[in-house]
């Protein structure tokens, strides 16, 4: 058997080609806005702890108001 080389169509290269540059800038673009995304829920979680504590002091006001309701509550009822 006689050993012929390898032909390849052009035009299937250059499809190829721009498929895989397709591709890529696509990848490129989609890690882009991830990483925006990731930035805005970074900075969002940075301030995510001074809120947290502000929700427990809350809470805890509203237990103590709880309390005193229902010590109102009594004395009125007597």
Do not use: C, H
């Not at 990848?27 to 930035?39: D, F, T």
């Not at 940075?46 to 709880?66: D, K, N, S």
């Amino acid at each position: 058997m006689a050993e012929r080389p390898l032909n390849f169509d052009r035009t299937v290269t250059y499809g190829l080609m721009m498929t895989a540059f397709l591709q890529t800038a696509s990848a490129l673009i989609w890690a882009g806005a991830a990483e925006a995304r990731l930035k805005t829920l970074e900075t969002q979680m940075a301030m995510a702890p001074g809120v947290a504590q502000r929700l427990a002091r809350v809470e805890g006001q509203t237990t103590v108001m709880a309390q005193s309701l229902n010590r109102i509550e009594r004395k009125l009822d007597k």
